[in-house]
């Protein structure tokens, strides 16, 4: 069974910084993508960052220059370093792998998501 665990959440005043982490577990065979995404309380969960298996990065334009995305790939583990944090940041973050099983296509798994409260 698949697990994704996040940490490094927390309140953090605006201009400050966080990281997160994502670490992946259980029946993998390969992880290809992995992202962050977030949900805004009454808005729709939103792309944050992704990055490949080779680390091609891809953000969202609101995180651009503020935002890095990077990866472990021996750890299963993948990070975003948050900087010049927003009250508009604020948001439950999810942590998403795509696992491929070999010729089939790759499968979605999600974290249980971590808080960030940026405070004005």
């Known amino acids: 069974q698949v697990q994704l665990v996040e940490s490094g959440g927390g309140l953090v005043q605006a201009g400050g910084s966080l990281r997160l982490s994502c670490a992946a577990s259980?029946?993998?065979?390969?992880?290809?993508?992995m992202g962050w995404y977030r949900q805004a309380p009454g808005k729709q969960r939103e792309s944050v960052a992704t990055i490949t298996r080779g680390s091609s990065t891809n953000y969202a334009d609101s995180v651009k220059g503020r935002f890095t995305i990077s990866r472990d790939n021996a750890k299963n583990t993948v990070y975003l370093q948050m900087n010049s944090l927003k009250p508009e940041d604020t948001a439950v973050y999810y942590c998403?792998?795509?696992?491929?099983?070999?010729?089939?296509?790759?499968?979605?798994?999600w974290g249980r998501g971590t808080q960030v409260t940026v405070s004005s």
């Open positions: 998403n792998a795509k696992i491929s099983y070999g010729t089939s296509r790759p499968v979605d798994y």
């Open positions: 259980g029946g993998i065979f390969r992880i290809m993508d």
